[in-house]
């Protein structure tokens, strides 16, 4: 609750990833390739969506994020350019 809720404040961008049919090394190697430009955070789909409704007074744009939170799914937050 509290590391999606830091997440949110300190990053000012963030995608939603799939992650059906990826291994734990795989993902490993993601994290890692990614480290001191982005954080990812997988998680139990209930408290996320907890989360981003708690938020929505403060991003009310969080609303879209939370129609995507079903299946397998992550986040990825980085301040970084997207392109």
Do not use: H, W
Not at 28 to 39: I, K, M, N, P
Not at 62 to 78: A, D, R
Request: glycine residues 6%.
């Amino acid at each position: 609750f509290a590391k999606l809720t830091q997440l949110l404040e300190e990053y000012s961008k963030v995608f939603v990833v799939f992650a059906d049919n990826v291994g734990s090394s795989q993902m490993q190697r993601t994290r890692v390739s990614l480290r001191g430009d982005a954080e990812v955070l997988m998680g139990k789909n209930t408290m996320i969506r907890k989360v981003l409704k708690s938020q929505l007074t403060k991003n009310p744009d969080l609303e879209s994020l939370i129609e995507t939170v079903k299946g397998n799914v992550g986040f990825v937050f980085t301040n970084r350019d997207l392109k």
